[in-house]
């Protein structure tokens, strides 16, 4: 048996996430923004502020019981949180609204070197994450998590999956949280997905270097309709795909700009009219822009 076929435990990560011993988290200082905390291959990601101590890390859990989860597997946790630290969604997860794991794919790899990935069966171009180092990951993601996928949506963000929409945006904002497991390379073992039931999805007709931006695409997409995350409740009522409609254009001050005023029916303070101006323009952009949600939304 060759070293590389050798079945070893998953030990700790060699990764740049920010790790702490257990002097370290009791001596923190509390920090403005929390740092990364990490439990073997296991990162929360979280903000809470306060002091950081072994104990912390399991009432977060217990504190953030009930907020929306998402569970990344893959190879570059350091992608995480990325633009999902930001604005409102970085708020909300300041706030404990919602929260983020990341569990590393490189531990759980075979022999002396964690290789996840082998040639492909059959020959051809690239490597393809391998089926029971992607399956160790996702046991371990699957930990405290309901079996009922409507409550907890397992993914492989995939060019060839079902294209990413709103309607799935609202149905993962329904569940618990969800489990994302982001491909590299020529993609995953075929064998991981049927076993675990694995939904694909795809955030476009193109092709990615990694699932890592299109899991934050997901999630960023998912967690703003959740209660609390927006500031203005409204705003996720009327945008663009939330009724099948494109949104109509928006503007703002200054009254002229570059000698262009904004449509004089928007400074009538008639709001009815605002609201069938706005209306026909949603239309009329949805026809000339998108013929296939017009013809959706008009023959409903
Ligand atoms: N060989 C694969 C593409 C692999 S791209 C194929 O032809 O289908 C590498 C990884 O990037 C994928 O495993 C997937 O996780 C991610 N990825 C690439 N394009 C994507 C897309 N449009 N939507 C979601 N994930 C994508």
């Known amino acids: 048996m060759s070293d590389e076929d050798t079945e070893m435990p998953p030990r700790p990560p060699a990764s740049r996430t920010q790790k702490f011993t257990t002097a370290e988290l009791i001596n923190a200082e509390a920090p ?11 990162t929360v990601i979280t903000s809470l502020a306060g002091v950081a101590r072994p104990r912390d890390l399991m009432e977060e859990i217990g504190a953030v019981a009930g907020a929306w989860r998402a569970k990344i597997v893959t190879l570059f946790p350091d992608a995480f949180p ?46 393809v994450l391998r089926a029971d180092v992607v399956a160790a990951a996702l046991n371990e993601a699957a930990v405290g998590t309901p079996a009922d996928r409507a409550k907890w949506p397992v993914i492989y963000v995939s060019p060839r999956g079902a294209p990413f929409t709103q309607a799935m945006a609202r ?24 076993h675990y039931a694995i939904e694909e999805v795809s955030i476009g007709d193109f092709v990615l270097t990694g699932g890592e931006i299109a899991a934050q695409v997901i999630i960023d997409a998912t967690v703003r309709l959740r209660p609390g995350v927006l500031g ?12 099948g409609l494109l949104e109509h254009p928006q503007y703002t001050r200054p009254a002229e700009w570059e000698g262009r005023a904004i449509p004089e029916v928007l400074m009538s303070g008639n709001h009815k009219k ?6 026909e323009q949603s239309e009329a952009l949805t026809k000339a822009r998108r013929p296939d949600l017009w013809e959706r939304f008009s023959g409903k």
């Not at 403005?32 to 296991?42: D, V």
């Not at 997860?93 to 075979?110: E, K, M, V, Y």
């Not at 203005?232 to 009724?243: D, F, G, K, L, Q």
């Not at 605002?274 to 209306?279: D, G, K, Q, T």
């Open 82 to 127: 990325g633009t999902l630290g930001l604005s409102l969604l970085g708020k909300a997860l300041d706030s404990g609204l919602w929260a983020l794991d990341t569990i590393d794919l490189r531990p759980f790899g075979i022999g002396k070197h964690r290789n996840v990935d082998d040639t492909p069966a059959g020959g051809g171009a690239g490597m």
């Open 171 to 194: 149905r993962f904002a329904e569940a618990d949280g969800m489990t994302i497991l982001c491909g590299r390379f020529e993609g995953v073992d075929e064998r991981v997905l049927e």
């Open 274 to 279: 605002i609201a069938e101006w706005r209306r």
């Open 232 to 243: 203005n409740a409204e705003s996720a009522v009327e945008e663009s795909h939330s009724n």
């Open 32 to 42: 403005e923004r929390a740092p990364a905390r990490s439990h073997g291959t296991r």
